[in-house]
């Protein structure tokens, strides 16, 4: 009687071996290491939203260096990818479905660093931020679809000086309003850390410009946007944190760090449905989807979805084609820019 109970016990204590080994095994082998897998920023999975479009774009061989931004035209269905090197064009045009249409012939961009598309519903024009160190960097430029420059912000070859506003020091992106009123984040590492709002005629409306850890300072503003409740969203990358801004005041609203313990945020976008920030994460190679709150205080960060990119990816700035919810994800490691499309109608498109 006593031996039966024992070897049962053994047998029991064999079965909880056996099923922990599965546990641990499929814990550390599952296969979510290639390009796209989902998973939460917690190890469990996050509630899948996205997956990644192998087919775009159709030819990859037209990335030549590497990729730091994206822009997106959802009205004529363009994709303007920004990429840095030596002889190579500094802007590749795409299709949506996957076509190349063009490289931009312009020796007029050094690094271009942040792109944003605007004013796409009545006359598209393409902005880019150019970090470089050269006779035409530390500036922002206006370009025609073709790249036509049109227009240049700040002084030419000149880094900032903590006196003009418009001197900019390595200008990290801009975001422009469909008001056309413009945010810049500037920069990306060097003297000046700047989050400023300018006019639709480049006076100065508003500027936060300490660099710090307190509210409303910034260790290298990254990348910025601006919702429909008139916030202002800043990727703090040296903080490792998002702050907030009330568009119309300046005032501090917020700030977000909580999501951020393993990776600074780089990006901030907005889905087309305004209910999640896509913010990407370098360093971890990860797309994390953020729930975006809404009008009113913008309490804690949370992270519903996550992309996990493979190793070296190193997604950088992302833009979002505001028709169809895709994202597409700008990878300096990847040396190309990737489209994901949302998996289900209603939780990212329009
Ligand atoms: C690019 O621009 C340069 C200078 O304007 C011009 O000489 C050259 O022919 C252009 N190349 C192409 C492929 O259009
Ligand atoms: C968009 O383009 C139209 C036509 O050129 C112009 O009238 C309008 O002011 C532009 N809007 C913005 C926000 O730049």
């Not at 590749?92 to 944003?116: C, K, M, R, Y």
């Not at 920069?187 to 005629?201: A, F, T, V, Y």
Request: glycine content about 10%; proline content about 5%; aromatic content about 10%.
């Amino acid at each position: 009687m006593k031996r039966k109970n024992h070897s049962s016990l053994i047998l029991l204590m064999m079965a909880a071996v056996f099923l922990l080994m599965v546990v641990l095994y499929s814990t550390i082998f599952s296969p979510q290491t290639t390009t796209a897998a989902l998973k939460s920023d917690a190890g469990q999975m996050g509630k899948p939203l996205y997956k990644l479009d192998i087919a775009w774009p159709k030819y990859t061989e037209y990335f030549t260096g590497q990729v730091f931004g994206v822009a997106v035209d959802h009205i004529e269905g363009l994709v303007y990818v920004a990429q840095r090197g030596e002889n190579v064009p500094k802007v590749l045009v795409f299709s949506t479905d996957g076509d190349f249409l063009q490289a931009w012939n312009t020796s007029t961009l050094e690094e271009p660093h942040g792109i944003f598309l605007a004013n796409a519903t009545a006359n598209p024009t393409v902005w880019i931020t150019d970090v470089g160190k050269g006779a035409y960097g530390h500036t922002i430029k206006q370009y025609s679809p073709s790249g036509k420059l049109l227009q240049v912000l700040g002084t030419p070859g000149k880094p900032g000086s903590n006196l003009n506003p418009l001197q900019f020091d390595q200008p990290a992106e801009i975001f422009v309003h469909s008001s056309g009123e413009i945010y810049i984040v500037d920069g990306d590492g060097g003297m000046n850390n700047r989050l400023i709002k300018l006019s639709k005629d480049l006076q100065v409306l508003w500027m936060h410009g300490e660099k710090g850890q307190g509210l409303a300072q910034f260790n290298i503003p990254h990348s910025v946007a601006v919702d429909y409740y008139q916030r202002v969203w800043v990727a703090d990358r040296g903080n490792k944190r998002i702050q907030v801004f009330n568009s119309v005041t300046g005032d501090w609203l917020g700030s977000w760090g909580s999501c951020f313990d393993d990776d600074a945020p780089y990006s901030v976008r907005l889905t087309a449905d305004q209910k999640y920030f896509v913010v990407a994460q370098l360093n971890t190679n990860q797309v994390s989807l953020l729930e975006a709150p809404p009008v009113g205080g913008i309490g804690q960060c949370r992270v519903t979805s996550v992309i996990q990119l493979a190793e070296d990816i190193k997604p950088h700035l992302v833009d979002v084609d505001l028709k169809t919810g895709a994202l597409y994800v700008a990878e300096i490691g990847g040396q190309q820019a990737q489209k994901f499309i949302p998996l289900t109608r209603g939780s990212s498109f329009l």
